[in-house]
């Protein structure tokens, strides 16, 4: 009841109104302003610390502090992985007539069986002419692509055809001194076991391509060059047996069933292990045989091409030069 009969009073007296204002304001501020802005600064500039807080470690923030696994992941792999119906992506296939397929056996009509226009089996010590029933080299499909296929327990059947190429807008043997490599890509299945090409009487190979050069009209009669995957001799053998040098290109079972290219120097063979240039190629044979050891073998062939290689003292010249006088 004072405080309204003082405002009561104050209201008679315009000056003492103003006083009665302002003691007011101040006591406010007093009472309840001044004990906020106290508690927000400290008397000094000493930091304050929880005493629950390690003083003698650094903090840890709250997000560290939680029990969340930290999943590791592995960069993922996008190395594009070999394409096997196509030659390595380092080596260099050269265009337009200096790469001439010989075969790539694209016989979807001769499914199940090969081009006897094309192709032939001869077998015995005289090479003569197998029946076709007897041949065991069928054309076969995996996916788009038709290859070769070869299997037989106790046969040997020579499989061969002319090396015809279109060379310079004509039909021609292929001749290695100009296209002095040959490629191809096979893939074995099953190796003649006990096999040994050294000796006659285990002379057999899983898959066998062989270059016959005719020095007389006999099918006998001639040099040949013969590249081999064996059972047992190791890559790099050379076996000379008459007239015909074979070497061993792929050994044992690494790589089985897995198609594997080759490219070989068939011209730097030739001169390396006859001497003299070679004569044109007659025959391309292929061969997988196991009539000496009687045991099952099998091998597939495909993509047989014949290359003329690049120099190797010559440099590419741009196609911007040559185009300047």
């Not at 007093?30 to 000094?44: G, H, K, R």
């Not at 041949?135 to 090396?163: D, M, P, S, W």
């Not at 190796?191 to 190979?205: A, H, I, K, V, Y």
């Amino acid at each position: 009841m004072r405080f309204f009969r003082l405002i009561f009073l104050a209201s008679k007296h315009p000056f003492r109104a103003y006083f009665l204002w302002f003691a007011l304001g101040l006591l406010y501020l007093l009472a309840y302003v001044w004990p906020l802005f106290a508690a927000e600064t400290p008397s000094d500039s000493t930091q304050v610390v929880p005493t629950t807080q390690d003083v003698t470690q650094p903090a840890i923030p709250l997000q560290d502090s939680l029990s969340t696994p930290t999943i590791k992941t592995d960069p993922i792999d996008v190395t594009p992985l070999p394409d096997p119906n196509q030659p390595p992506l380092d080596w260099i296939t050269p265009s337009g007539d200096s790469t001439q397929v010989l075969d790539d056996f694209e016989y979807p009509k001769r499914l199940n069986s090969y081009p006897d226009d094309i192709w032939g089996g001869r077998s015995g010590l005289f090479y003569r002419e197998t029946p076709k029933a007897e041949v065991y080299y069928k054309i076969q499909k995996e996916g788009k692509n038709h290859y070769l296929a070869a299997q037989t327990t106790g046969e040997a059947v020579n499989f061969g055809r002319e090396t015809n190429i279109k060379s310079r807008g004509r039909e021609r043997k292929a001749n290695l001194r100009q296209y002095k490599k040959l490629r191809w890509r096979w893939r074995v299945h099953s190796l003649p076991e006990g096999s040994d090409e050294r000796e006659s009487n285990t002379n057999d190979s899983a898959a066998a391509v062989r270059l016959v050069f005719r020095t007389g009209i006999l099918p006998t009669s001639g040099k040949s060059l013969k590249y081999i995957w064996s059972e047992t001799l190791p890559s790099g053998t050379v076996i000379k047996s008459g007239n015909q040098y074979t070497i061993v290109l792929r050994s044992g079972q690494k790589d089985l069933g897995k198609w594997v290219w080759e490219e070989i120097n068939a011209y730097d063979d030739y001169v390396h292990l006859f001497g003299g240039n070679p004569r044109p190629v007659d025959l391309l044979g292929l061969l997988t045989d196991s009539n000496n050891t009687d045991s099952f073998v099998k091998a597939d062939y495909d993509d047989i091409t014949f290359i003329i290689p690049r120099p190797d003292n010559v440099k590419m010249i741009p196609d911007f030069m040559l185009d300047n006088p």
